[in-house]
T-cell receptor
Framework: EAEVAQSPRYKITEKSQAVAFWCDPI?????LYWYRQILGQGPELLVQ????????DSQLPKDRFSAERLKGVDSTLKIQPAELGDSAMYLC????????????FGPGTRLLVL | AQSVSQHNHHVILSEAASLELGCNYS??????LFWYVQYPGQHLQLLLK??????LVKGIKGFEAEFIKSKFSFNLRKPSVQWSDTAEYFC????????????FGKGTHLIIQP
């Protein structure tokens, strides 16, 4: 069964450093989402891509966060500089055109900022 | 804007007990409703979903949920829980007919005692 891949699974960094997370959606899935899940909370949408275009980045803190999906396949989420409050699980999800309402989630990247 | 409220943050049950987890949402239009489960150490998995039609939907592993439009509710049920149902359960809502990012509740941590 195809799955969403994410790396790294864990990342420890110091505040003010730059970090990057990578996501490879299920093959053929046109829509890709990045969510942030703070401990004890549900996931919150950061950014949504349709192919290579950003559809919704209204909740993305653009002063420090950036996301790209240059070829409309895999995606990178970057934080620069990282802050203590960025410690969270970063989840990637994808959906296909035929069943666009249903999102499939990857295992996430757990970030700890010291 | 959408919002989701899950009534219980922690639930402890004995095996074979019946389960009902509450979920209420706030949104003025047509909605898609989901329950996701996160087993310890695993990624978010879709349990069941409601888009339209029969308001009683059945999902994997014996779970079901009922959409009550007048109450803006989508409660999750299982007649007899097993130890393996120990997990975090998230209710989520999306705009009906769309591929928007989902709005999640804070989750319910379910512990099943053998």
């Amino acid at each position: 069964e195809a799955e969403v891949a994410q790396s790294p699974r864990y990342k420890i960094t110091e505040k003010s450093q730059a970090v990057a997370f990578w996501c490879d959606p299920i093959s053929g899935h046109a829509t890709l989402y990045w969510y942030r899940q703070i401990l004890g909370q549900g996931p919150e949408l950061l950014v949504q891509f349709q192919d290579e275009s950003v559809v919704d980045d209204s909740q993305l803190p653009k002063d420090r966060f950036s996301a790209e999906r240059l070829k409309g396949v895999d995606s990178t989420l970057k934080i620069q500089p990282a802050e203590l409050g960025d410690s969270a699980m970063y989840l990637c999800a994808s959906s296909n055109r035929a069943n666009q309402e249903t999102q499939y989630f990857g295992p996430g990247t757990r970030l700890l900022v010291l | 804007a959408q919002s989701v409220s899950q009534h219980n943050h922690h639930v402890i049950l004995s095996e074979a007990a019946s389960l009902e987890l509450g979920c209420n949402y706030s949104y003025g239009g047509t909605v898609n409703l989901f329950w996701y489960v996160q087993y310890p150490g695993q990624h978010l998995q879709l349990l069941l979903k409601y888009f339209s039609g029969d308001p009683l939907v059945k999902g994997i592993k014996g779970f079901e949920a009922e959409f009550i439009k007048s109450k803006f509710s989508f409660n999750l049920r299982k007649p007899s829980v097993q130890w393996s149902d120990t997990a975090e359960y998230f209710c989520a809502v999306g705009r009906g007919g769309g591929a928007d990012g989902l709005t999640f509740g804070k989750g319910t941590h379910l512990i099943i005692q053998p």
